[in-house]
């Protein structure tokens, strides 16, 4: 599976679109990118995924670059329940219900 | 809307003492999946087990592990000599055929290890 790269931490205000980034410079074409969040002390959430067209759900849109190197995960009005950690993972679909490998992630703080 | 449950909450155990972790993953899933997190630190894979047997076992997962299903609801990780630094949350996850790369995680055991 592809490493991924994400920023440490980011800030968001509550209300605003929150825009996550992540880089996946060595994905390869059979390659998923789904994200996960973990809000403190809770297990992981699953987000979204996809393959190379953009996404969205009742929880968030995903948006992949048309070379597939990066994404952004966007949560359109974030609210302070959505303060967590936020893991982009790159994941073939040949694995089937293989490990998920988690990074540090992003640490996202909504603010007041 | 199903979910993954796992008891106890907290488990305080001696080190040497022997644990099980209990897990009732959701119920039409046939993928499941034990991670640990030590404070502070990454989520770690442990083992994935399908069609009752393990899938893949991390370096983690020594002979000092086991896992089991041992009827059609649960799913048990069974530590058998706990060590100091087993201490963690452990999480147990399950994934279905249709979607097997969405794992639904439970809410954790905390072990803590004296």
């Known amino acids: 599976d592809a490493k991924t790269t994400q920023p440490t931490s980011m800030d968001c205000a509550e209300g605003r679109a929150a825009n996550l980034p992540c880089n996946h410079s060595t994905i390869s074409g059979n390659e998923y990118v789904y994200w996960y969040r973990q809000i403190h002390s809770q297990g992981p959430q699953y987000i979204i995924h996809g393959l190379k067209n953009n996404e969205t759900n009742e929880m968030a849109s995903l948006i992949i670059t048309e070379d597939r190197k990066s994404s952004t995960l966007i949560l359109p009005h974030a609210t302070l329940r959505d303060t967590a950690v936020y893991y982009c993972?790159?994941?073939?679909?040949?694995?089937?219900?293989?490990?998920?490998?988690f990074g540090q992630g992003t640490e996202l703080s909504v603010k007041p | 809307e199903p979910e993954v449950t796992q008891t106890p909450s907290h488990q305080v155990t001696q080190m040497g003492q022997e644990v099980i972790l209990r897990c009732v993953p959701i119920?039409?899933?046939?993928?499941f999946y034990w991670y640990r997190q030590i404070l502070g630190q990454k989520v770690e894979f442990l083992v994935s087990?399908?069609?009752?047997?393990?899938?893949?076992k991390s370096e983690i997962f020594d002979d000092q592990f086991s896992v089991e299903r041992p009827d059609g609801s649960n799913f048990t990780l069974k530590i058998r000599s706990t060590k100091l630094e087993d201490s963690a949350m452990y999480f147990c996850?399950?994934?279905?055929?249709?979607?097997?790369?969405?794992?639904?995680f439970g809410p954790g055991t905390r072990l803590t290890v004296l």
């Open positions: 993972i790159v994941r073939g679909l040949y694995n089937q219900g293989g490990k998920l490998i």
């Open positions: 087990f399908y069609n009752n047997e393990i899938s893949e």
């Open positions: 119920s039409n899933h046939l993928y």
């Open positions: 996850a399950s994934s279905g055929t249709s979607r097997p790369n969405e794992q639904f």
